[in-house]
């Protein structure tokens, strides 16, 4: 799969979140042109915050795949950049690419991930590649339209500032 279709679908995934009430986040994981797991996030109706969509979908990876040697290498696809801890999440479960449509400013780990030291005694425990951007119009879409549905809280004002990011460069 191409990084715009594993992106567009986790924008897919966000989008069945947004319908039940949950903040447009979607995420993908996809091992030899394969998804095998998807999640989008559910702070709302679990009541608790360390479910992220890109984490639970990771975990469900996990589980299918346990400790086996991987015949493919391991994407993760997501609407918004992973944050810290999911990228700590990704980078355990050893994940090479991850492909997201819109950078997440105050908690994004994208630079990171890019200056992440590499360390001898657990070489594998490293940055993954990210690559941004892909479809992010359409993601800062979601976000809008979240935010205006969404009750008054500390995610509707987040979700604000992400649906008013600027256009990148050559973006329409």
């Known amino acids: 799969m191409t990084p715009d279709e594993l992106v567009g679908a986790a924008i897919d995934v966000a989008e069945e979140g947004l319908a039940r009430g949950e903040m447009p986040i979607g995420a993908v994981v ?3 042109g394969e998804i095998i797991a998807r999640a989008f996030t559910q702070d709302r109706s679990q009541g608790r915050r360390l479910i992220h969509a890109d984490l639970l979908a ?8 346990g400790y086996r040697p991987r015949p493919h ?4 696809a997501v609407n918004l950049e992973p944050c810290l801890m999911c990228l700590g999440a990704a980078m355990a479960l050893k994940v090479d690419e991850i492909y997201y449509g819109l950078e997440s400013p105050a908690d994004g780990g994208s630079r990171l991930a890019a200056t992440w030291p590499v360390s001898p005694d657990l070489p594998w425990y490293r940055g993954p590649q990210m690559v941004g951007g892909i479809h992010r119009a359409r993601v800062r879409d ?5 935010c205006q549905s969404a009750p008054e809280s500390g995610f ?10 600027p256009d990148a460069p050559g973006e329409r």
Do not use: I, N, S, Y
Request: net charge positive; charged share 30%.
């Open 30 to 32: 996809e091992m030899g």
């Open 58 to 65: 990771m975990t469900d990876a996990d589980v299918l795949l």
């Open 73 to 76: 290498p391991l994407r993760l």
């Open 142 to 146: 979601q976000f809008h339209r979240f």
């Open 156 to 165: 509707r004002r987040w979700a604000k500032t992400l649906a008013r990011l």
